[in-house]
């Protein structure tokens, strides 16, 4: 039986409203700079990609060298691993799959299965669709099993994992699955799970009856005209090498699955695409983004790592990480900014690296505003924390606003230090001033629905300039 799958996207370039101050361009590329090469010193990388769509408007720029002394520059041209980032492609197709009808997210997986998966259950609880996009499943990691590789730290294992994965086959996934073992009901706990994805990449192939990676090509990249985004580079294409934090060469991802985990290779060019799309809004974009389980915390879309609520509204990211490049796709979509990170090294810190560049990129992007003292005022012998959303965005989405600091003990959960909201975007809390150490600076951040701590704003004059860049206060 054949299924008409839908190979349009509306990608409209809709204005969303900014939270900034017209920027110049050149301010726009000289903060770019700046962040670029604070990412090159701290990451240890040889070499950046940066992509970013602010507005409508597109800004790429590259750094360094991939190959240390080699000259050999980046470009917007460029084929990079892109990893995990591959699982929002993946997300995307089934979201589509959902709207058209095809699949609902109360449905048990194993009715996409062609054989009998009675192990896919944990006391008699099936495990969802919509348990499955967030992970959620209550399946283990990955298949093949790499923890006996993992739990011991030695150089060689990325090599190791290398040779694991080429030699594996759809088969022995297939065969291995009916091994798996869950160890809680599904739905109820949180474990990454890459072996998730490839199990989705043969779900849609069975429910569409046909190759995953030709439903990506038909039904995604053409559509997007990311013509340099595919799963295998053609024999004249060269992928850019990585490293890892001594500097060796690290191997290429590979493996004979689905490739619905993380086997596309992409351009700065057809990321950019990508961000686009991201901040379209169209029906299966926004499927894609959804809360699917009402969370008032952080909730993960179809495959996302997080998706919080931060003053700059919805914050999406997902983070790609190869052996030896990594990946950080982030989108805004409420204030209409996407911000693309590539570098050539997979370190323990770099992630960290990546996610505060495009955080710091994000505030510089969007805070042009006058000097001033940010987040308390002196009222009486009360200190007043405030927080203003802004009335462009969606306040709707805060279930809380919690000021943290040295005070106590930096737990935003605190019943005590809980903002109470004086109206649909103003949040306030009086606090007296007994309460604290006359004389002494005091430190604090903000804190939405308890998880997302905001950056202060590049404006506040009343920060401490430590890498963290904290708020400050003193009674005197």
């Not at 930096?410 to 019943?415: A, E, L, R, S």
Request: glycine share 6%; aromatic share 12%; with cysteine.
């Amino acid at each position: 039986m054949k299924y008409i799958f839908l190979v349009f996207f509306s990608i409209v370039s809709h204005q969303i409203f900014c939270q900034t101050n017209s920027i110049s361009e050149n301010r726009i590329y000289s903060l770019i700079d700046e962040n670029a090469q604070n990412l090159l010193r701290n990451s240890g990388a040889t070499s950046v990609s940066l992509g970013i769509v602010k507005n409508g408007k597109i800004y790429t720029k590259h750094y360094g060298e991939i190959d240390k002394g080699t000259g050999n520059k980046p470009d917007n041209n460029t084929y990079y691993e892109i990893a995990s980032v591959t699982k929002i492609v993946t997300g995307s197709l089934l979201a589509q799959a959902v709207l058209n009808g095809k699949v609902k997210l109360d449905d048990d997986i194993r009715m996409y299965l062609k054989d009998s998966y009675p192990n896919l259950q944990y006391n008699g609880s099936p495990i969802y669709i919509k348990d499955l996009i967030s992970f959620q499943s209550a399946l283990p990691r990955s298949l093949p099993d790499e923890s006996s590789i993992w739990n011991v730290k030695r150089d060689e294992n990325v090599f190791l994992s290398a040779k694991i994965n080429k030699e594996y086959s759809k088969q022995l996934f297939l065969s291995d699955l009916k091994k798996v073992k869950l160890d809680t009901i599904p739905g109820t706990k949180y474990n990454y799970s890459n072996l998730s994805l490839e199990l989705t990449g043969h779900m849609l192939e069975n429910i569409y009856q046909k190759d995953f990676q030709e439903l990506v090509k038909a039904n995604f990249l053409m559509p997007l005209k990311m013509n340099h985004t595919r799963f295998d580079l053609d024999d004249n294409e060269i992928l850019a090498n990585g490293y890892d934090e001594k500097h060796t060469l690290m191997p290429h991802l590979e493996n004979n699955l689905w490739g619905a985990t993380g086997k596309l290779k992409s351009t700065t060019n057809d990321l950019i695409k990508l961000l686009q799309y991201e901040l379209s809004g169209s029906k299966i974009v926004t499927e894609s983004q959804r809360n699917v389980k009402q969370s008032d915390t952080h909730w993960f879309g179809y495959f996302w790592d997080r998706w919080e609520i931060t003053d700059k509204g919805k914050f999406g990211y997902k983070h790609g990480g190869a052996y030896g490049t990594q990946t950080f796709f982030s989108v805004f979509p409420e204030i209409n900014l996407g911000i693309c990170v590539i570098v050539n090294i997979s370190a323990e810190n770099t992630i960290s690296n990546l996610q505060s560049t495009v955080l710091n990129l994000a505030e510089d992007l969007t805070n042009q505003n006058n000097q001033s003292t940010y987040g308390y005022k002196f009222k009486g012998n009360n200190i007043v924390f405030s927080y203003i959303h802004d009335k462009k965005l969606d306040s709707k989405l805060i279930a809380s606003i919690s000021v943290a600091g040295d005070f106590n003990n930096w737990n935003p959960k605190d019943p005590k230090y809980q903002l109470v909201r004086k109206s649909n975007n103003k949040f306030e809390i009086a606090l007296p001033k007994k309460d604290f150490q006359k004389g002494k600076m005091y430190l604090f951040k903000f804190v939405i629905n308890k998880e997302s701590w905001l950056l202060p704003p590049k404006n506040a004059i009343n920060t401490d300039k430590a890498e963290d860049n904290h708020l400050t206060f003193k009674i005197d």
